[in-house]
């Protein structure tokens, strides 16, 4: 065994897990493993990281994100090969809430790979991670969890469903050497379009989010939200009473 | 569809945008599309090569990825995405550095590729084309043609500084070159006029690896500056310096260079350089990277913008030449900060429409002021055609057609080579379509 940090990113072809490990590796060589559904695109980060940072250790699981089954199997297999210090689950999808109004099956699926596969999967590493009494479980939670609105309730709805269950695997994990951290991101600028954005807008860029995300889990913050202004604007908007929030437009 | 602007910030208008986020997709949205587009990286050029209004804009920024790095050879194979600071601060730490670089790191590989960039190096080393071993294009009728120097050369002499018009660039291997850290030895010489600035340049050239010029084309008569010269230099560690980036928060309402700033200000920037003028070790950033630190620095042109106009002439004329223009700019009234005056070395570009050629390139930046400004570029384009010297397309917004295909006799050449399915504002307004 080597002692190098064994870090485990889930959903790893999303632009924040990938700028995660990206930070990480600069940091220092990780043992790391990637798990995804695409193995061709989950091969093309790989192949970046490991120009990025020759002496870190880099695996590659491909998986399947809806299946209990197979999720149980495969995190039963990444801890055969040692334990594991960090695990970042961070797949998801933002679709669009008129899809998934128009089409039950886009609402299902929107609602399944938000909300139940990241729990799946959580739960899954709780159970091993229970065991050896050790390790950080970073969820990627949204700031759209925290209050339901018109625009993304159903994405909100899968976010929210994130946000109770790890309040509830902090209460479980209090005191042991396990740690569970919620990060909750405002709308963040993808890269690809970071600089194409209308002066005005004010979106986070990735690298700015990320370095709160890792730094967060480092330091095993119970909740982060990413930028930290988000923690402000949602204590107020989480406030404001029915009767006004539903005449808002928002 | 969404704003987008070039560096020169001269128009905002509206753009269908699309993110190649991978490049196992890259086809699906090039080929598909039901209007014509063209590639569009860090939007660091300055005029329209980039622009394509009411059309597709396939932003590459998303092919960030490197693919491969053998440290025993110095090839890197990475998407075209990748920015060339990411490569040098990959690089460097393993003794390898790009050979060539433009005055900015931020932009994509594809886009150094396309407009051919070259560096204060060019009488060593060439252009970025020079450097390139193997390129990936996909044009949008789906075929996928890899080229370099030694395979498919004529697909590769068209694509090097081909404007991004023969398909879409996601991939290219290059040669990086040794370096024995990030550290030069550099040198501030002090010149009094042209003659001195061409003693300089040619007394340099074998020793020096990097030389180019700041030139105060309204103060002192014109043609007085400052040459800088650099080699790279394994004299001992140091600490690195501290990153301090500034950013230009808001558009002024009007250009803060005006006939009012700009003398002060080059008198000023003329003589602190002078006094401070001493061989020094620097870093490789603020040596190559003077204003990157200086995030949205554009922006201080005001609303409206402003024009480069970077020329090279040949050498028999370039005193002369130069001579001229900087008559033409001080009678003007209008005058450039960011003069920059380099000989280029005396080699032929690999691309068709590459830029460099063997001679003098003088690069100045206007505040857009309407007509007064069109009116002086007339005047300086008539002191080029006249030298048989040609304009950056990298650069350029306003050139007319006929000085655009004086200037580059492989135009023909070159139109073979086209993607039917890839249009910008420069290939209209200069080849028709």
Sequence with gaps: ?????????????????????????????????????????????????????????????????FNPGAISATVENIFQSGNVDIVLIAHGSLSSQTDCQEDLEACCKTLEVNGVSPVLYAEAFAKQMERSNQGTIAIIGSVAGDRGRKSNYIYGAAKGLVTRYAQGLQHRFEGTGVKVVLIKPGPTDTPMTAHLKASGSKLASVEGVV??????????????????????????????PNKIFNKMDI | MKPVRSWGRLSSDPHYAFGLNNPFGVKSIVCHGTRKGVAHGMGRSYGDICLNPEGALWVTTGLDHFIAFDDSNGRLVCEAGVLLRDIQRLVIPHGWI???????????????????VHGKNHHILGSFGDHVQSVS?????????QCGPHEKADWFAATVGGAGLTGVITQAEIQLRRAPGPWLDAETVPYANLN??????????????????????ITGGGGRGLFMRGNPTSDGERPLPRQRKLTMPVVPPVSMVNQFSLRP???AYYYLKKWQAKRVITHYEPFFYPLDNLLEWNRIYGPKGFFQYQSVVPREAGQDAVQAMLKEIARSGDGSFLAVLKTFGNRQSIGMLSFPQPGVTLALDFPNRGDHTHRLFERLDAVVREAKGRLYLAKDARMPRQLFEAGYPRLTEFIKYRDPGISSSLSRRLMGS
């Design chain 2, 98 to 116: 790009l050979p060539v670089t433009p005055g900015t790191q931020l932009v994509t590989v594809g886009g150094a590729i396309a407009n051919d």
């Design chain 1, 211 to 240: 370095k709160l995300i890792v730094d967060g889990v480092e330091s095993g913050r119970l909740v982060v939200y990413a930028p930290g202004i988000w923690r402000a604007i949602m204590l107020v908007l989480m406030h404001i």
């Design chain 1, 1 to 65: 065994m080597n002692n190098k940090k064994r870090i485990v990113v889930v959903g790893a072809t999303s632009a924040m897990a990938e700028h995660c490990a990206r930070l990480w590796l600069a940091k220092q060589p990780v043992d790391l493993t990637l798990v995804g559904r695409d193995a061709q695109r989950v091969e093309r980060v790989a192949a970046d990281l490991k120009v990025r940072s020759p002496q870190s250790e880099i695996r590659i699981v491909q998986a399947d994100f």
């Design chain 2, 265 to 267: 200000f080059n008198m």
């Design chain 2, 196 to 217: 001195e600035f061409f003693c300089l340049a040619d007394g340099s050239e074998a020793d020096w690896e990097h030389t180019v010029s700041w030139i105060d084309c």
């Design chain 2, 137 to 145: 294009l996909i044009r949008t009728d789906g075929e996928i043609i």
